[in-house]
Protein backbone atom coordinates (compact mmCIF):
# COMPACT_ATOMS: atom_id res chain seq x y z
CA UNK A 1 0.00 0.00 0.00
CA UNK A 2 1.51 3.46 -1.19
CA UNK A 3 1.03 5.89 1.80
CA UNK A 4 0.94 8.63 -0.07
CA UNK A 5 -2.70 8.34 -0.51
CA UNK A 6 -4.96 8.36 2.42
CA UNK A 7 -8.36 6.72 2.11
CA UNK A 8 -11.51 6.59 4.24
CA UNK A 9 -14.83 5.23 3.60
CA UNK A 10 -18.12 7.00 5.70
CA UNK A 11 -21.40 6.01 5.71
CA UNK A 12 -23.64 9.25 5.71
CA UNK A 13 -26.89 7.60 5.67
CA UNK A 14 -28.15 3.83 5.58
CA UNK A 15 -27.84 4.25 1.76
CA UNK A 16 -25.04 6.81 1.22
CA UNK A 17 -21.23 6.53 1.37
CA UNK A 18 -18.58 9.26 1.36
CA UNK A 19 -15.13 8.10 -0.01
CA UNK A 20 -12.35 10.50 0.87
CA UNK A 21 -9.08 10.59 -0.35
CA UNK A 22 -6.19 13.19 -0.52
CA UNK A 23 -6.85 15.67 -2.86
CA UNK A 24 -3.07 15.67 -4.60
CA UNK A 25 -4.05 12.37 -5.91
CA UNK A 26 -6.45 13.91 -8.07
CA UNK A 27 -8.83 12.54 -10.36
CA UNK A 28 -8.94 8.36 -9.52
CA UNK A 29 -11.36 5.63 -11.11
CA UNK A 30 -13.51 4.15 -8.43
CA UNK A 31 -14.87 0.71 -8.48
CA UNK A 32 -17.08 -1.78 -6.28
CA UNK A 33 -16.56 -5.27 -5.28
CA UNK A 34 -17.94 -7.86 -3.05
CA UNK A 35 -14.54 -9.51 -2.94
CA UNK A 36 -11.99 -8.07 -0.95
CA UNK A 37 -9.41 -7.94 -2.83
CA UNK A 38 -7.73 -5.33 -4.78
CA UNK A 39 -7.37 -7.02 -7.87
CA UNK A 40 -10.78 -8.71 -7.65
CA UNK A 41 -11.98 -9.42 -11.40
CA UNK A 42 -15.80 -8.89 -10.17
CA UNK A 43 -15.50 -5.30 -10.02
CA UNK A 44 -17.81 -2.80 -11.46
CA UNK A 45 -17.06 0.93 -12.31
CA UNK A 46 -18.88 3.47 -10.62
CA UNK A 47 -16.83 6.66 -12.53
CA UNK A 48 -13.42 6.87 -13.85
CA UNK A 49 -12.74 10.67 -12.67
CA UNK A 50 -13.73 10.64 -9.30
CA UNK A 51 -12.96 13.61 -7.02
CA UNK A 52 -12.98 13.61 -3.16
CA UNK A 53 -15.18 13.73 -1.53
CA UNK A 54 -16.92 11.48 -3.71
CA UNK A 55 -20.68 10.72 -2.77
CA UNK A 56 -22.48 6.93 -3.94
CA UNK A 57 -25.47 5.42 -3.13
CA UNK A 58 -24.76 2.04 -1.59
CA UNK A 59 -24.84 -0.83 -4.29
CA UNK A 60 -25.90 -3.79 -1.91
CA UNK A 61 -28.11 -1.07 0.06
CA UNK A 62 -26.62 -1.89 3.66
CA UNK A 63 -27.95 -5.82 2.85
CA UNK A 64 -23.93 -7.19 2.50
CA UNK A 65 -20.37 -6.09 2.96
CA UNK A 66 -19.37 -3.88 0.15
CA UNK A 67 -15.16 -2.79 -0.63
CA UNK A 68 -14.07 0.08 -2.80
CA UNK A 69 -11.23 0.00 -5.32
CA UNK A 70 -9.01 3.17 -6.09
CA UNK A 71 -6.90 3.20 -9.21
CA UNK A 72 -4.71 6.14 -9.09
CA UNK A 73 -1.19 6.99 -10.99
CA UNK A 74 -0.91 3.30 -12.14
CA UNK A 75 -1.46 1.98 -8.86
CA UNK A 76 -4.27 0.05 -7.40
CA UNK A 77 -5.90 0.66 -3.55
CA UNK A 78 -8.78 -1.38 -1.39
CA UNK A 79 -10.75 0.52 0.94
CA UNK A 80 -13.90 -0.08 3.30
CA UNK A 81 -16.62 1.45 5.68
CA UNK A 82 -14.82 0.25 8.97
CA UNK A 83 -18.09 0.30 11.52
CA UNK A 84 -20.59 -2.09 9.08
CA UNK A 85 -24.33 -1.38 9.52
CA UNK A 86 -25.71 -4.77 11.13
CA UNK A 87 -28.96 -4.01 12.50
CA UNK A 88 -28.55 -4.24 16.40
CA UNK A 89 -25.45 -3.75 16.56
CA UNK A 90 -23.51 -0.68 17.47
CA UNK A 91 -20.48 -1.77 17.64
CA UNK A 92 -19.68 -4.36 15.05
CA UNK A 93 -16.58 -3.13 12.85
CA UNK A 94 -13.56 -4.16 10.67
CA UNK A 95 -10.14 -3.46 12.15
CA UNK A 96 -7.83 -4.36 9.19
CA UNK A 97 -6.90 -1.40 7.06
CA UNK A 98 -3.96 -0.09 9.11
CA UNK A 99 -0.45 0.28 7.70
CA UNK A 100 1.66 -2.07 9.95
CA UNK A 101 4.72 -3.45 9.33
CA UNK A 102 6.95 -2.73 6.41
CA UNK A 103 4.29 -0.36 4.63
CA UNK A 104 1.99 -3.19 4.04
CA UNK A 105 -1.82 -2.87 4.98
CA UNK A 106 -3.92 -4.36 7.23
CA UNK A 107 -6.37 -7.04 5.28
CA UNK A 108 -9.86 -5.42 4.71
CA UNK A 109 -12.15 -8.16 5.62
CA UNK A 110 -10.63 -10.44 8.28
CA UNK A 111 -10.59 -8.91 11.70
CA UNK A 112 -13.82 -8.22 12.81
CA UNK A 113 -14.40 -7.33 16.80
CA UNK A 114 -17.89 -6.09 18.12
CA UNK A 115 -20.58 -6.11 20.83
CA UNK A 116 -22.54 -9.74 21.56
CA UNK A 117 -23.85 -11.45 19.06
CA UNK A 118 -27.32 -11.86 21.24
CA UNK A 119 -30.94 -11.50 20.24
CA UNK A 120 -29.44 -10.86 16.16
CA UNK A 121 -32.35 -9.54 13.74
CA UNK A 122 -32.98 -11.62 10.85
CA UNK A 123 -30.98 -8.83 8.60
CA UNK A 124 -27.69 -9.20 11.15
CA UNK A 125 -27.59 -12.77 10.64
CA UNK A 126 -27.93 -13.01 6.90
CA UNK A 127 -25.41 -9.72 6.87
CA UNK A 128 -22.87 -11.96 9.03
CA UNK A 129 -23.21 -14.68 7.59
CA UNK A 130 -22.19 -13.19 4.08
CA UNK A 131 -18.75 -12.20 5.85
CA UNK A 132 -18.08 -16.03 5.76
CA UNK A 133 -16.56 -15.61 9.31
CA UNK A 134 -14.79 -19.33 10.55
CA UNK A 135 -14.36 -18.21 13.80
CA UNK A 136 -15.47 -16.36 17.13
CA UNK A 137 -13.62 -15.54 20.17
CA UNK A 138 -16.14 -14.79 23.30
CA UNK A 139 -14.08 -13.02 25.72
CA UNK A 140 -17.39 -12.90 27.98
CA UNK A 141 -18.18 -14.86 31.47
CA UNK A 142 -19.76 -18.10 31.60
CA UNK A 143 -22.13 -16.00 33.55
CA UNK A 144 -22.51 -13.88 30.70
CA UNK A 145 -22.81 -16.31 28.21
CA UNK A 146 -25.96 -18.14 30.00
CA UNK A 147 -27.50 -15.02 30.55
CA UNK A 148 -26.96 -13.51 26.88
CA UNK A 149 -26.22 -16.34 24.80
CA UNK A 150 -24.93 -15.91 20.85
CA UNK A 151 -26.65 -16.28 18.07
CA UNK A 152 -25.94 -18.87 15.47
CA UNK A 153 -24.35 -16.27 12.17
CA UNK A 154 -22.41 -19.91 10.23
CA UNK A 155 -19.69 -19.79 12.31
CA UNK A 156 -17.56 -23.26 12.36
CA UNK A 157 -16.07 -22.84 16.17
CA UNK A 158 -16.65 -20.55 18.92
CA UNK A 159 -13.91 -20.21 21.72
CA UNK A 160 -14.84 -19.33 24.93
CA UNK A 161 -11.46 -17.65 26.26
CA UNK A 162 -13.29 -15.54 29.68
CA UNK A 163 -10.37 -12.89 30.41
CA UNK A 164 -11.34 -12.45 33.71
CA UNK A 165 -12.70 -8.61 33.28
CA UNK A 166 -14.71 -8.32 36.55
CA UNK A 167 -15.02 -4.37 36.32
CA UNK A 168 -16.08 -4.85 32.45
CA UNK A 169 -18.79 -7.29 33.11
CA UNK A 170 -20.37 -5.41 35.80
CA UNK A 171 -20.67 -2.79 32.76
CA UNK A 172 -22.21 -5.56 30.85
CA UNK A 173 -24.83 -6.15 33.47
CA UNK A 174 -25.89 -2.54 33.00
CA UNK A 175 -26.29 -2.74 29.79
CA UNK A 176 -29.38 -4.38 30.41
CA UNK A 177 -32.80 -2.56 29.21
CA UNK A 178 -34.12 -0.31 32.08
CA UNK A 179 -36.04 -2.76 34.68
CA UNK A 180 -35.53 -3.18 38.37
CA UNK A 181 -32.05 -4.49 37.89
CA UNK A 182 -30.64 -0.99 37.14
CA UNK A 183 -32.06 0.20 40.43
CA UNK A 184 -30.52 -3.02 42.26
CA UNK A 185 -27.23 -2.71 40.38
CA UNK A 186 -27.19 1.09 41.57
CA UNK A 187 -28.06 0.31 44.90
CA UNK A 188 -25.28 -2.74 44.95
CA UNK A 189 -23.10 -0.22 44.27
CA UNK A 190 -23.81 2.32 46.76
CA UNK A 191 -23.81 -0.43 49.11
CA UNK A 192 -20.52 -2.30 47.75
CA UNK A 193 -18.30 0.21 45.63
CA UNK A 194 -15.88 2.10 48.26
CA UNK A 195 -16.81 5.46 48.75
CA UNK A 196 -13.55 6.73 47.60
CA UNK A 197 -13.68 4.62 43.79
CA UNK A 198 -17.69 6.25 43.39
CA UNK A 199 -16.85 9.42 40.95
CA UNK A 200 -16.00 9.70 37.54
CA UNK A 201 -12.26 9.33 37.90
CA UNK A 202 -12.36 5.52 36.37
CA UNK A 203 -10.07 4.22 38.98
CA UNK A 204 -11.80 1.06 38.65
CA UNK A 205 -11.55 1.11 35.17
CA UNK A 206 -8.04 1.38 34.52
CA UNK A 207 -6.98 -1.18 37.21
CA UNK A 208 -9.05 -3.30 34.89
CA UNK A 209 -6.95 -2.53 32.65
CA UNK A 210 -3.72 -3.41 34.43
CA UNK A 211 -5.62 -6.48 35.23
CA UNK A 212 -5.54 -7.34 31.00
CA UNK A 213 -1.63 -6.89 30.97
CA UNK A 214 -0.87 -8.75 34.56
CA UNK A 215 -3.15 -11.22 35.30
CA UNK A 216 -2.32 -14.62 34.53
CA UNK A 217 -5.71 -15.58 33.49
CA UNK A 218 -6.17 -13.01 31.32
CA UNK A 219 -2.88 -13.44 30.09
CA UNK A 220 -4.22 -16.89 29.43
CA UNK A 221 -6.82 -16.03 26.99
CA UNK A 222 -5.40 -13.52 25.20
CA UNK A 223 -2.31 -16.11 24.50
CA UNK A 224 -5.30 -18.11 23.25
CA UNK A 225 -6.65 -15.81 21.13
CA UNK A 226 -3.44 -15.30 19.42
CA UNK A 227 -2.88 -18.86 19.06
CA UNK A 228 -5.97 -19.35 17.33
CA UNK A 229 -5.40 -16.06 14.60
CA UNK A 230 -2.16 -17.85 14.06
CA UNK A 231 -3.85 -20.45 12.27
CA UNK A 232 -4.76 -19.01 8.91
CA UNK A 233 -7.78 -21.36 8.42
CA UNK A 234 -9.55 -19.28 11.50
CA UNK A 235 -10.55 -16.38 9.88
CA UNK A 236 -12.08 -14.54 8.94
CA UNK A 237 -12.93 -14.10 12.59
CA UNK A 238 -15.38 -11.86 15.02
CA UNK A 239 -13.46 -11.26 18.63
CA UNK A 240 -16.30 -9.93 21.08
CA UNK A 241 -17.12 -9.59 24.74
CA UNK A 242 -20.31 -7.92 25.74
CA UNK A 243 -20.05 -4.12 24.77
CA UNK A 244 -17.12 -4.54 22.44
CA UNK A 245 -15.03 -1.75 24.44
CA UNK A 246 -12.86 -3.47 26.94
CA UNK A 247 -11.79 -6.95 26.84
CA UNK A 248 -11.83 -6.87 22.83
CA UNK A 249 -10.21 -3.60 22.62
CA UNK A 250 -7.17 -5.30 24.35
CA UNK A 251 -7.19 -8.12 22.11
CA UNK A 252 -7.33 -6.15 19.34
CA UNK A 253 -4.29 -3.90 20.75
CA UNK A 254 -2.19 -7.29 20.53
CA UNK A 255 -3.43 -8.73 17.35
CA UNK A 256 -2.16 -4.81 15.69
CA UNK A 257 0.20 -4.38 17.56
CA UNK A 258 2.07 -7.66 16.19
CA UNK A 259 1.13 -6.44 12.76
CA UNK A 260 3.06 -3.70 13.54
CA UNK A 261 0.49 -0.63 13.38
CA UNK A 262 1.64 2.43 14.95
CA UNK A 263 0.38 3.31 18.82
CA UNK A 264 -1.59 6.01 17.65
CA UNK A 265 -3.50 4.09 15.31
CA UNK A 266 -3.79 1.74 17.97
CA UNK A 267 -6.07 4.28 20.41
CA UNK A 268 -7.63 5.90 17.34
CA UNK A 269 -8.97 2.42 16.37
CA UNK A 270 -9.99 2.09 19.96
CA UNK A 271 -11.58 5.53 20.34
CA UNK A 272 -14.10 4.44 17.51
CA UNK A 273 -15.97 2.64 20.04
CA UNK A 274 -16.49 6.21 21.99
CA UNK A 275 -18.76 7.28 18.68
CA UNK A 276 -20.17 4.14 18.23
CA UNK A 277 -21.78 3.68 21.68
CA UNK A 278 -22.73 7.51 22.36
CA UNK A 279 -26.09 7.39 21.72
CA UNK A 280 -26.74 3.79 23.55
CA UNK A 281 -24.46 5.23 26.74
CA UNK A 282 -27.01 8.42 26.67
CA UNK A 283 -29.91 6.46 26.51
CA UNK A 284 -28.08 4.45 30.00
CA UNK A 285 -27.44 7.24 31.55
CA UNK A 286 -31.33 8.75 31.07
CA UNK A 287 -32.33 5.91 32.41
CA UNK A 288 -29.98 5.67 35.57
CA UNK A 289 -30.93 9.60 36.28
CA UNK A 290 -34.44 8.26 36.57
CA UNK A 291 -33.35 6.22 39.51
CA UNK A 292 -30.65 8.34 41.65
CA UNK A 293 -29.55 11.93 41.51
CA UNK A 294 -26.32 10.59 43.36
CA UNK A 295 -23.73 12.45 41.19
CA UNK A 296 -21.02 10.64 42.22
CA UNK A 297 -22.70 8.04 41.77
CA UNK A 298 -23.69 8.78 38.27
CA UNK A 299 -20.46 9.92 37.35
CA UNK A 300 -18.75 6.05 38.43
CA UNK A 301 -21.56 4.33 35.99
CA UNK A 302 -20.43 6.64 33.28
CA UNK A 303 -16.85 5.50 33.48
CA UNK A 304 -17.64 1.93 33.79
CA UNK A 305 -19.80 2.78 30.08
CA UNK A 306 -17.40 5.25 28.60
CA UNK A 307 -14.03 5.22 26.27
CA UNK A 308 -11.50 7.05 27.35
CA UNK A 309 -7.96 6.96 25.98
CA UNK A 310 -6.61 7.02 29.14
CA UNK A 311 -7.55 3.46 29.72
CA UNK A 312 -5.67 2.04 26.75
CA UNK A 313 -2.73 4.54 26.98
CA UNK A 314 -2.48 3.06 30.52
CA UNK A 315 -2.18 -0.77 28.83
CA UNK A 316 0.53 0.59 26.55
CA UNK A 317 2.49 2.01 30.09
CA UNK A 318 2.05 -0.87 31.73
CA UNK A 319 3.83 -2.99 29.05
CA UNK A 320 6.36 -1.05 28.61
CA UNK A 321 7.15 -1.12 32.46
CA UNK A 322 7.35 -4.75 32.77
CA UNK A 323 9.02 -5.57 29.36
CA UNK A 324 10.26 -2.46 27.62
CA UNK A 325 8.05 -2.39 25.00
CA UNK A 326 4.59 -4.11 23.83
CA UNK A 327 6.47 -6.89 21.28
CA UNK A 328 9.01 -7.26 24.18
CA UNK A 329 5.48 -8.09 26.52
CA UNK A 330 4.22 -10.02 23.93
CA UNK A 331 7.22 -12.51 23.24
CA UNK A 332 8.53 -12.58 27.23
CA UNK A 333 4.68 -12.64 29.38
CA UNK A 334 2.66 -14.78 26.77
CA UNK A 335 5.61 -16.30 24.83
CA UNK A 336 5.92 -15.91 21.51
CA UNK A 337 8.65 -15.62 18.97
CA UNK A 338 9.46 -13.39 16.56
CA UNK A 339 8.05 -16.40 13.98
CA UNK A 340 4.92 -16.18 15.77
CA UNK A 341 5.09 -12.14 14.74
CA UNK A 342 6.43 -12.70 11.21
CA UNK A 343 3.42 -15.63 10.91
CA UNK A 344 0.85 -13.01 11.92
CA UNK A 345 2.19 -10.64 9.59
CA UNK A 346 1.95 -13.25 6.71
CA UNK A 347 -1.55 -14.07 7.57
CA UNK A 348 -2.96 -10.35 8.04
CA UNK A 349 -1.12 -8.00 5.76
CA UNK A 350 -0.99 -7.79 2.15
Request: glycine letters at 6%; a negative charge.
Amino acid sequence: MNSKIQLSVSRKNKTQFEISFNSDAGPVSLYWTKDNDANSQERYLITDNATSPYLLDDPLKAEQRVYFIIEQGGQTFLTAERTLPVGGLNNFRDFGGYMGAGGKQVKWGMLYRSNHLHHLSPQAVAYIESLQIQTIVDYRSANEIAKSPNDAVGEKRTYHLDAAAQTAELAAQFSAEPSDEDRMLIESVMRDIPAELINGQGAQVLEQYRHFVTSDKSKTAFKAMIEVLLDKNNSPHIQHCRGGKDRTGYGALLVLSMLGVSEDDIIADYMLTQANRMERNEVKMAAYRKITDDQNVLDYLHTLIDTRESFIVEVFNIMKQQSGSVAGYIKQELGFTDADFSKMQQNFLI
